[in-house]
């Protein structure tokens, strides 16, 4: 069976609390483990959350803030010391090289070959390929070059049992229509794969941290059954959140409404804030996002919505 859920390993903004570790967070695609983001702290996270190095198949890094990727060396170096076999995928930002192979090759330990760093750069949609995922990455608007990405699977079909009964398709035959996208059904006839299924949307997953507001956050969002967003501060702080190219509350539940996201999990919070003022991150995003909203805390595990109809 298949598990697709989000592991919170840290949920605080630049400076670390006794509630929120720095950012970390662990996605679980079925076979595939996606670690975004990895701040300090970020292996002992991992041990609390029971994951470990070998579950990780690829890295993303929004961009080379500290509270974002100051927890790689540890994490590179874990995957090493627990001689990890498969290939580990590192995306970034293609301007932060210089960071990368500080981070990369921050101390002296036995080195491993299976990160294979993926650079991304420009201004449209970056593919990564590789591990059968479809990952993108677009810019977003911070004080330095950062990107978020989207985990996108591609649509699928959904068989009509009622369909396939009348016109005449049933046991092996269903699997061979799917395959060959055409069978003979009763009397002969030719069925095609199009007259006895209808399109089931593939799920998907965006990731926005680090950003004012911008177009490419909802380009990345759009449709998305999940989308992790960060949300620094309270509207009462928009100005501030300008200034540092960051998002309100508010302005993430805009962003989500625009894009017709699913569930919305609002993370990367100021240390300002104490626990009493949490509920009202989710009141602000509430007023513009009618759907399901999460203000994520650490070591939380967030399903993946179910499939659409």
């Not at 699913?262 to 009618?290: C, K, M, N, W």
């Amino acid at each position: 069976m298949s598990v697709r859920e989000l592991v919170v390993l840290g949920s605080s903004s630049a400076v670390p609390t006794k509630r929120r570790n720095h950012n970390g967070y662990f996605l679980r695609w079925d076979d595939h483990g996606i670690l975004f983001d990895p701040g300090e702290g970020t292996q002992r996270q991992m041990r609390y959350a029971g994951l470990a190095a070998h579950d990780i198949t690829r890295l993303c890094i929004t961009h080379f803030h500290g509270d974002h990727s100051l927890g790689v060396p540890g994490v590179v170096q874990r995957i090493a010391r627990d001689r990890v076999e498969h290939t580990v995928r590192a995306a970034y930002p293609a301007a932060g090289q210089t960071y990368w192979e500080r981070l990369r090759h921050a101390t002296a330990f036995g080195d491993t070959d299976v990160i294979t760093a993926q650079p991304v750069d420009g201004l449209g949609a970056c593919p990564l390929d590789g591990d059968g995922l479809r990952i993108t990455a677009l810019p977003l608007d911070h004080r330095m070059p950062a990107f978020g990405y989207r985990l996108q699977e591609p649509d699928g079909l959904r068989m009509l049992p009622d369909r396939l009964a009348a016109l005449g398709v049933s046991g092996p035959g269903v699997g061979r229509l799917q395959r060959e996208g055409h069978v003979l059904g009763a009397g002969g006839r030719r069925v095609t794969v199009e007259e006895c299924s209808v399109t089931r949307p593939g799920q998907s997953m965006a990731f926005v941290m680090d950003t004012g507001v911008c177009d490419n956050a909802v380009r990345l969002a759009e449709d998305a059954d999940m989308l992790v967003i960060e949300s620094t501060y309270l509207d009462s702080e928009s100005k501030l959140a300008s200034d540092y190219r960051h998002l309100t509350a508010g302005q993430a539940g805009r962003i989500a409404a625009e894009a017709r996201a699913r569930l919305l999990v609002l993370t990367h919070i100021s240390e300002r804030y104490e626990a009493g003022d949490e509920p009202r991150f989710v009141e602000q995003a509430a007023a513009h996002f009618g759907g399901t909203i999460v203000l994520a805390q650490d070591l939380d595990r967030i399903k993946v919505p179910k499939r659409r109809a």
